[in-house]
């Protein structure tokens, strides 16, 4: 092969061990802002290190000189709504909110989100909910929302997201690379929890850029009570005006170009390229953590 590229995971290792045996080029793509295991145990040795963030944990210094700022790809159907308007938002207009927990749902969003619209400063009648569940948690989350005078749609699974974004003005979710890479592109603002078992916690590095533009509120899941939620709505906003503002705040850190970015990394290859401007990160603050 002209070179060999690695995306973390152990499957990975083997691959980039040999094409340094055999004097082939090789680079690792790091998804998250804490270089994964994999990653680091070949950071050494690879030709270059794609990142996705400009303040990376656990990465080290001596190894800035081959790092390189690309982004997380995003789909295009994602890629697409940066140049769709932000939704409107009139004043008798329904606030529509995505709520979405990874592949299979959190039940932690089941219990909590519910609770937390009902004590928004806004009619329960003017909330739209979708609303991602585990097929367990379906029935009483309907009945909960029922209950409340909210209007909701919830399922296992959707295979719309960019559709469901496209409408939405505000979403609740996990701080996953790929949700906020899809986030920023699109320029949706959001209200984060970070999976608290996450590797090397790296959920919670990973949401600090958005937070730091304005386009995101970050709460520990320790601290995510109806009350908690409520407050970080109010923090971004309830009207156009402010949604709006978060939004473009969120699309401003958006890396659209990151898979022309990354591809001409790997082409650049065989010869210097000069690395982009990445620091180290020690510390992550969120709402509600600790120091």
């Given at each position: 092969?002209?070179?060999?590229?690695?995306?973390?995971?152990?499957?990975?290792?083997?691959?980039l061990?040999?094409?340094?045996?055999a004097?082939?080029?090789?680079?690792?793509?790091?998804?998250?802002?804490?270089?994964?295991?994999?990653n680091?145990?070949?950071?050494?040795?690879?030709?270059?290190?794609?990142?996705?963030?400009?303040?990376?944990?656990?990465?080290p210094?001596?190894?800035?000189?081959?790092?390189?700022?690309?982004?997380n790809?995003?789909?295009?159907?994602?890629?697409?709504?940066?140049?769709?308007?932000?939704?409107a938002?009139g004043?008798?207009?329904?606030?529509?909110?995505?709520?979405?927990?990874?592949?299979?749902?959190?039940?932690?969003?089941?219990?909590?989100?519910?609770?937390?619209?009902?004590?928004l400063?806004?009619?329960?009648?003017?909330?739209h909910?979708?609303?991602?569940?585990?097929?367990?948690?379906?029935?009483?989350?309907?009945?909960r929302?029922s209950?409340?005078?909210?209007r909701?749609?919830?399922?296992?699974?959707?295979?719309?997201?960019?559709?469901?974004?496209a409408?939405?003005?505000?979403?609740?979710?996990?701080?996953?690379?790929?949700?906020?890479?899809?986030?920023?592109c699109?320029?949706?603002?959001?209200?984060?929890?970070?999976?608290?078992?996450?590797?090397?916690?790296?959920?919670?590095?990973?949401?600090?850029?958005?937070?730091?533009?304005?386009?995101?509120?970050?709460?520990?899941?320790?601290d995510?009570?109806?009350?908690?939620?409520?407050?970080?709505?109010?923090?971004?906003?309830?009207?156009?005006?402010?949604?709006?503002?978060?939004?473009?705040r969120?699309?401003?850190?958006?890396?659209?170009?990151?898979?022309?970015?990354?591809a001409d990394?790997?082409?650049?290859?065989?010869?210097?390229?000069?690395p982009?401007?990445?620091?180290?990160s020690?510390?992550?603050?969120?709402?509600g953590?600790?120091?």
């Open positions: 092969p002209a070179a060999v590229i690695g995306f973390g995971g152990y499957p990975a290792f083997p691959a061990l040999a094409a340094k045996s004097g082939v080029k090789s680079a690792v793509h790091e998804q998250n802002a804490v270089l994964g295991r994999v680091r145990m070949v950071a050494g040795f690879v030709d270059a290190i794609a990142v996705a963030y400009p303040k990376m944990k656990r990465l210094v001596g190894y800035l000189g081959k790092t390189h700022l690309v982004g790809p995003v789909r295009d159907e994602v890629l697409a709504l940066r140049d769709q308007p932000f939704p938002l004043a008798k207009e329904q606030l529509r909110i995505l709520v979405i927990g990874g592949s299979q749902g959190a039940t932690i969003l089941s219990d909590v989100v519910p609770d937390g619209l009902a004590r400063s806004i009619p329960s009648s003017r909330l909910v979708t609303q991602q569940c585990r097929a367990e948690d379906v029935d009483r989350v309907r009945a929302y209950d409340l005078g909210i909701a749609d919830l399922a296992t699974y959707f295979e719309n997201i960019p559709d469901l974004l409408k939405a003005h505000l979403v609740i979710g996990r701080a996953g690379a790929s949700t906020i890479a899809e986030l920023s699109a320029g949706r603002p959001a209200i984060l929890i970070p999976l608290p078992s996450a590797t090397d916690d790296h959920q919670r590095a990973n949401v600090q850029e958005m937070v730091e533009a304005g386009g995101a509120c970050a709460l520990v899941q320790s995510f009570t109806p009350d908690r939620l409520a407050q970080a709505i109010d923090q971004i906003g309830l009207n156009e005006a402010r949604l709006m503002d978060a939004a473009g969120a699309r401003s850190i958006g890396r659209p170009n990151a898979t022309g970015d990354l990394l790997v082409e650049a290859l065989d010869r210097p390229v000069a982009q401007m990445v620091g180290i020690k510390e992550f603050k969120l709402a953590a600790g120091a």
